[in-house]
């Protein structure tokens, strides 16, 4: 495992990530250091914003909520021709956020979760209520124990949506996808989330909606 957070200036914060994995002890990098590893191994610095965030910005300030955001997380789990599982989350977090906030999906166990004897599993949506029920982790070891990937996506929607009502807050908008080291997927979200997901098998790739657990 390999992660960076709160890396400012640098577009490929996966490829980073990945690097963290393969040339350091360590599994999380942030901030000034992060973005220090990134200049030391070649990354260019670059200006991200675009002149329609700027604009955004501009008009209104600072999020004070994490309800009505757009999210652009992507997540991609794989299982290749030896049965090894990997996994790969990255994200720009939340647009015009606090300084120093972070999201679920630097964090292992949170964002994404892979262990080949089990399954790998990832989360897209709300950071603060991935991270909540540690999400990924949660999915990973409910496969350990027999659950199928779909199960597994279903659970950890149901934990959010359980953690929600007795915080007496909104459900907050979040998915899921699973797979387990036999190739069986599964995605779940919760309702309002409109997700959909991506599967590719043998150069064919199918765009299926996660189920809705309500
Ligand atoms: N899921 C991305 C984030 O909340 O930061």
Not at 167 to 177: E, Y
Request: proline content about 5%; glycine content about 10%; hydrophobic content about 40%.
């Amino acid at each position: 495992s390999g992660a960076v957070a709160g890396v400012e200036n640098i577009r490929h914060v996966a490829a980073l990530a990945k690097l963290v994995m393969e040339k350091t002890p360590h599994l999380l990098l942030v901030g000034e250091g992060a973005r220090l590893f990134a200049v030391q191994h070649g990354f260019p610095l670059e200006c991200l914003h675009t002149p329609e965030s700027v604009a955004t910005w501009q008009r209104r300030g600072p999020e004070k909520s994490t309800t009505h955001l757009t999210h652009d997380t992507v997540t991609v789990l794989t299982l290749d021709q030896s049965g090894s599982l990997a996994g790969i989350c990255t994200t720009s977090g939340l647009s015009h956020k606090m300084p120093g906030r972070v999201g679920d999906s630097p964090i292992l166990g949170a964002g994404l979760y892979v262990d080949n004897t089990a399954g790998a599993a990832g989360a897209t949506g709300v950071g603060e209520e991935i991270l909540r029920v540690s999400a990924s982790t949660l999915m990973v070891e409910a496969m350990r124990q027999g659950k199928s990937p779909q199960e597994a996506c279903t659970l950890a929607a149901r934990r959010v949506l359980e953690v929600a009502r007795r915080r007496s807050v909104p459900v907050a908008q979040v998915a899921f996808i699973a797979l387990d080291p036999q190739g069986n997927v599964g995605a779940a979200c919760t309702a309002g989330t409109d997700f959909y997901y991506a599967m590719g098998r043998a150069g064919q790739v199918e765009v299926k909606p996660a189920a809705v657990i309500e």
